[in-house]
């Protein structure tokens, strides 16, 4: 997705029928309050680690085809290596991973704060 284009969202799947693994997501910012769209990494009682460049989810990889080709994912952001996410936490990223102001700055993200799921 590109800066302009036009998504449709739904405000109650998630709600309804809860969040997925690779849910594309719009949630408020929680600095800004501004509404963003981020990838859904990982979810309520998970463990996230993060490994020379890859993401590791309860100590599997994840894979993530929606990557371009040779992404690397750093967790300098957290100044730590795991994270491990509490009742109604999302751990959310964008697929932009060098440029990405996301859940490795802000920490994860409550389900409170969620918006809707993108659909296409």
């Known amino acids: 997705m590109h800066e302009g284009d036009w998504r449709l969202i739904n405000r109650w799947r998630h709600r ?9 997501v719009v949630f408020e910012e929680p ?34 085809p929606y990557l371009r080709p040779r992404v690397l994912t750093e967790s300098y952001w957290l100044g730590a290596e795991s994270t491990a996410l509490g009742e109604n936490q999302y751990f959310l990223m964008g697929d932009n991973r060098y440029l990405s ?11 409170s704060h969620l918006v809707g799921i993108v659909t296409f």
Do not use: M, Q, W
């Open 16 to 24: 309804l029928l809860g969040v997925e693994r690779g849910d594309l």
């Open 31 to 64: 600095h800004t309050r501004i509404p963003v769209i981020k990838r859904v990494v990982g979810l309520p009682g998970d463990i996230l680690h993060f490994r020379s460049g890859t993401v590791y989810v309860n100590y599997r990889e994840l894979a993530e």
């Open 101 to 111: 102001l996301d859940s490795r700055a802000y920490g994860p993200v409550n389900r």
